[in-house]
C-alpha cells in the first residue's frame, strides 16, 4: 500500500510552513529590492503566499514599499518594489493632528 504524500494542513505544520514562508520573502528582500513576481521567481513560496506574507511583514514594519515603477518581468506598471533591509526603508514624515503630545487638549 502507497504511503500518502505529507500534507501539512493536515499535519498541523502550517505555522512552521508559515514561519518558513515568511523567512524565505523576508531574507529574499532583504538582499534584493524585488517585485512580487521576482520574489516568486526566485523562491519557492507560492505566488498566492507571497502576497499575504509581504502583508504580515509590512504590518509589523520589517517590510517597505520602496517605489513603484514597471516590472523587469511581465511588463506591468505601477507595481510596488519591495525590501526588507531597514537602511533603504524610505522614510515619510507623518502628520500629528494634535502637536506634539499626539493628545487633543
Known amino acids: 500500500m502507497a504511503k500518502t504524500p505529507k500534507n501539512i494542513v493536515l499535519d498541523g505544520d502550517r505555522d512552521k510552513y ?12 532583504f538582499n534584493n529590492i524585488a517585485t512580487m513576481k521576482q520574489v516568486f521567481i526566485n523562491t519557492t513560496v507560492l505566488r498566492e ?15 517597505c514599499k520602496i517605489k513603484i515603477g514597471r516590472c ?3 511588463g506591468h506598471r505601477n507595481v510596488g518594489f519591495y525590501t526588507s533591509n531597514p537602511t533603504l526603508f524610505v522614510v515619510t ?13
Open 72 to 74: 523587469p518581468i511581465t
Open 18 to 29: 508559515k514561519q518558513t514562508e515568511l523567512q524565505k520573502v523576508k531574507e529574499y528582500l
Open 93 to 105: 514624515p507623518q502628520l500629528d493632528l494634535f502637536g506634539e503630545g499626539g493628545s487633543n487638549a
Open 49 to 63: 503566499n507571497i502576497c499575504r506574507r509581504i502583508a504580515d511583514l509590512r504590518k509589523a514594519g520589517q517590510v
